[in-house]
């Protein structure tokens, strides 16, 4: 049996929050694309593209990762809030966020879509 070391570099020049987001999209390219990966260095260079299933669900996990169901259900209530405000307190960027209301949606729980986010990333 071998021993596969994975490693994962993270731009210098990314924001605290874009590594933090980064780190967990790549954690589901090992977590859920082990078999995948592939010998050589791989360059993922755009958040959020949706260029295959396999970004598609590396976002998702990403965004079940760092959004707690509760945290998004408690703070849902509180309807002060506009979009960018609530993406703000769960310190999640309103795309990442909108990756964790599809998860929901596609759970069975209720959630709109905010209408004023261009959410084509989504479509599957």
């Keep these: 049996m071998s021993c596969q070391t994975i490693y994962v570099m993270l731009s210098s020049f990314l924001s605290k929050e874009e590594k933090r987001i980064v780190a967990a999209h790549e954690l589901g390219h090992i977590t859920l694309h082990r078999s995948q ?18 970004e598609y669900q590396a ?13 998004v259900a408690a703070l849902s209530k509180q ?15 309103p795309e990442l966020m909108s990756f964790k209301l599809y998860s929901l949606m596609k759970r ?15 479509a599957k």
């Design 37 to 54: 990966l592939k010998m050589a260095p791989m360059s993922d260079n755009r958040l959020y593209n949706m260029i295959n299933e396999t």
């Design 59 to 71: 976002n998702l996990f990403a965004a079940d990762l760092l959004i707690q169901d509760e945290d």
């Design 79 to 93: 309807e002060d809030l506009d979009y960018f405000s609530f993406c703000s307190s769960l310190y999640a960027t």
């Design 108 to 122: 069975g729980q209720k959630y709109n879509m905010p209408l004023d986010i261009n959410s084509n990333f989504l």
